[in-house]
């Protein structure tokens, strides 16, 4: 018995299109720049501040909250590497 495929067994709605319709477009050249998918981090949260580290001393508070971060997140022991701030 063959199988109906979204767009067979639901009408659409208005400018809604069946699930199906969008993967076959997904191979299509253009559809990936016209849709990119969403970010899976914010850009500036939830990350050591660049300006704050550079002017911080190696042993104050706010270096000790970020390092154990930065020791498991690339972009802050970057950060961290290259103020010349230990990450132990």
């Not at 199988?3 to 639901?10: C, D, G, R, Y």
């Not at 050591?48 to 020791?71: D, F, G, K, M, T």
Request: include cysteine; proline fraction near 8%.
């Amino acid at each position: 018995m063959p199988t109906k495929s979204m767009s067979e067994t639901k009408p659409n709605r208005g400018d809604r299109k069946a699930l199906d319709d969008i993967v076959e477009r997904m191979a299509e050249p253009g559809f990936a720049a016209n849709h990119p998918r969403a970010a899976t981090k914010r850009p500036t949260g939830a990350h050591v501040n660049p300006e704050i580290l550079a002017l911080s001393q190696p042993r104050s508070r706010y270096v000790r909250q970020w390092r154990r971060h930065a020791r498991h997140c690339q972009d802050c022991s970057n950060i961290f590497r290259y103020l010349g701030i230990s990450l132990n």
